[in-house]
Structures are given as structure tokens and as C-alpha cells.
């Protein structure tokens, strides 16, 4: 039987003679891990996602109330008026 593959990459050979190697170091990086982690491309789009979201809940909170308020309730009232407006006359004899 041939021996059993493990997960585990190889280790560097040791060093020639003069050179010392950091310990823990691999040759090539462990199966499945594609190599340096870029931590400021893992991390920018987030960060970026989370600025605009908390530049809409900024906005969404800055139109409630006030001056904005009362255009809105305006808008609401006056469309609600046109349609009432548009409805015919209902044939109701008792009314």
C-alpha cells in the first residue's frame, strides 16, 4: 500500500550551511490557501458598503419631521383630494 497523503505541507529542508531559516516557515503554502491574505481588498468592500448605509440611514432620518414633514403630508393630502375628485358620484338613494 502506497502511505497515506496527510493535509499537512512540507517543511523547508534545512538550511544551508550559514543561512537560517524563521521557524514555521513552508515552502509552499498549505492545500486549499491560495496565499498571502491582502487584507485591504478583503476589508475595503465592506467598509465601503457600511459607509454608503450609514450615509442612507443618515439621509432617511434627516427627512422625517419638520418642514419636510408638512410638504409630504401637502403631497398626500392633494393626491388623495384628485382622486376623490375623479370617483364618480355614487347611486346610493339613501345618501
Known sequence: LPPAQTDTPTREPAPAAGRRLRPGRYRTPP???PG???YVSALLPPAVMAVFFIGVIRVIVKTQGGAN???EDAAVDAALARVEAARPASTNPDA
Request: no cysteine; proline share 11%; hydrophobic share 20%.
Open 31 to 33: 492545500p486549499g490557501y
Open 36 to 38: 498571502r491574505m491582502d
Open 69 to 71: 414633514k408638512a410638504k
